[in-house]
């Protein structure tokens, strides 16, 4: 690839773990990964980033494997004690997370910008590639469900994801500015690519799209877009995406996906389970790219972060 930025907008698991294979290559300091915010939320007078913390642990290696969110050599002890005193304990922070909230709460607080405290945050935990907030404005995901509007988390954690979802509202999102290094690298003559990663579109990606501006941005740049599926044989590798879909009454397919997004896309890279559909999606004018897109291992991350800076070079070209 040439010298340009590389943008990856990621949400939660599947979007840290593309991350990190794009961390992984060459690309030096040119690629920049722009967390969703939607996710955040209030909780315990603690200001909690969920999609900012499972990329950052991602990168830094603490992340907890088979959870996907959190950190790895974890305690629970500030749980017990939340519980034994009637606390909220719906939301598990664990005792080494927790110092992380603390910090970041109290920089906040004192008039810290979110992007500041994440670039304190991920330089301490050794983290080279950029990590940013979509946005340093408050945006809060509430999903709308058939008895009323839930709070990202209420629905994801809370309510187990169990309520049947009717649409997304975007908080905030009208008066939030994109993050200033996010839209500089936007309007950078050299951006190679912007990696749509397999993270939920509706709750992940979709705050970041909604953002003033951004649709018609990336509309309007050369580089390519390029969309990774997170649906695989009609299920989410993680997460209620595909249960979202149905509920939506979308089928719940990586075409659907790659409609959703619609023409924003120039490429979208569905799993060999998929194939079959690789032509229906080259019908929507977006060259699709059959690969393994299911990564267990740290190869798999890699591979598929080369694949679809591969694709991007194919369509730049
Ligand atoms: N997800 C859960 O399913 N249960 C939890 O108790 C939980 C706690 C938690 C604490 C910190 C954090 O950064 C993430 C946490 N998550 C938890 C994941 C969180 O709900 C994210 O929003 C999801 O990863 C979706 O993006």
């Not at 945050?121 to 050794?126: D, P, V």
């Amino acid at each position: 690839m040439g010298q340009g930025p590389v943008i990856a907008l990621s949400g939660g698991v599947g979007g840290a773990k593309l991350a990190l294979g794009l961390s992984r290559l060459d690309l030096g300091d040119e690629l920049l990964i722009v967390a969703n915010v939607g996710d955040d939320f209030e909780h315990l007078g603690l200001t909690i980033c969920p999609d900012l913390d499972t990329v950052t642990y991602t990168l830094s290696g603490l992340s907890d494997q088979e959870k996907g969110w959190g950190r790895t050599d974890e305690g629970w002890r500030f749980m017990e004690s939340l519980g034994q005193l009637g606390g909220e304990d719906w939301f598990n922070l664990g005792d080494r997370d927790l110092a992380l909230h603390i910090m970041r709460t109290q920089a906040l607080r004192s008039g810290e910008s979110l992007t500041a405290v994440t670039r304190t945050i991920t330089r301490r935990l050794g983290i080279a590639a950029p990590i940013v907030p979509m946005t340093d404005d408050p945006v809060r995901t509430m999903v709308q469900t058939a008895d009323g509007p839930l709070a990202f988390q209420h629905y994801f954690v809370r309510d187990r994801c169990e309520p049947v979802v009717t649409g997304f509202d975007f908080t905030g999102i009208n008066n939030a500015r994109p993050q200033a290094d996010f839209k500089a690298a936007l309007s950078d003559p050299d951006l190679q690519a912007i990696v749509i990663t397999p993270s939920n579109p509706f709750v992940s990606v979709d705050p970041i799209l909604n953002l003033p501006g951004i649709r018609d941005t990336l509309r309007a740049v050369a580089a390519p877009v390029v969309a990774v599926s997170p649906i695989v044989a009609g299920l989410a590798i993680k997460g209620p995406a595909a249960k979202m879909m149905h509920e939506l009454g979308m089928p719940t397919t990586a075409l659907a996906v790659a409609e959703h997004y619609g023409e924003l896309l120039d490429g979208f890279v569905l799993d060999h389970g998929d194939g079959d559909q690789a032509n229906a999606v080259a019908a929507l004018g977006v060259r699709p790219l059959v690969t393994k897109t299911v990564m267990e291992s740290l190869e798999d991350r890699e591979n598929l972060a080369r694949e679809v800076l591969g694709l991007a070079r194919d369509i730049g070209n």
